[in-house]
């Protein structure tokens, strides 16, 4: 069967992206390791010794990242729809977190132990129509500041994957009630024509 255009340019841009060389040389398992790495540098995000959950975990990039920074003193669980090959030092849950069963399993894991530092990269299934996509997205962004206000600890941080568009006004309204500042970031690993967007919400406010 032919390839559409569409997946004949991903596999172009793939295969010639400089990130993903570059992961492949360092040993990271995606291209998206140096979005949450650029922002890292810039904002110091993971520290040594923090309790780290990782939304839309799968491959596993960001979670890699995070485990090396926390380091032995530290905790991230990852969780993810799709299965993801283990990681030493990271704790895993595969499941759909828009399902509430999922929810509760991560929060067992927890064990009401506070999350200094919530991360989420999760995205829909894309349709290609904007009408179906930005409405799933920005839901996903939605269920990720809900569980930031049940687990992060008082001046615990949020970096949530969000999408320009319908809806996303008013989720930064409600992240900027719930967070002391809230800060756009577009590293330059996020492809250029994305309409993804990283808001980084920083000291809860508890």
């Not at 399993?105 to 530092?117: K, Y």
Request: glycine share 8%.
């Amino acid at each position: 069967m032919p390839r559409s255009k569409s997946s004949a340019r991903w596999l172009r841009e793939h295969f010639t992206d400089e990130y993903v060389k570059r992961a492949q040389r360092e040993g990271y398992r995606s291209r998206a390791v140096y979005k949450l790495l650029e922002i890292h540098e810039k904002d110091r995000l993971l520290q040594p010794g923090m309790t780290v959950v990782d939304l839309g975990a799968a491959p596993g990039g960001w979670s890699q990242l995070a485990v090396r920074q926390v380091g032995e003193r530290g905790i991230v669980i990852a969780l993810d729809i799709l299965p993801m090959e283990s990681l030493p030092g990271v704790e895993f849950l595969e499941g759909d977190f828009r399902e509430a069963e999922v929810l509760e399993r991560l929060l067992v894991i927890l064990a009401g132990r506070p999350v200094d530092l919530l991360l989420s990269d999760m995205a829909p299934n894309a349709s290609g129509l904007k009408a179906v996509d930005q409405p799933r997205g920005m839901y996903l962004a939605e269920l990720a500041l809900d569980f930031a206000q049940q687990c992060l600890r008082p001046g615990g941080d949020l970096l949530v994957k969000a999408f320009q568009g319908e809806g996303f006004d008013q989720f930064l309204k409600e992240l900027r009630a719930a967070f002391t500042t809230v800060a756009p970031r577009k590293p330059p690993a996020s492809r250029a024509r994305s309409a993804e967007q990283y808001l980084l919400a920083r000291n809860y406010r508890g």
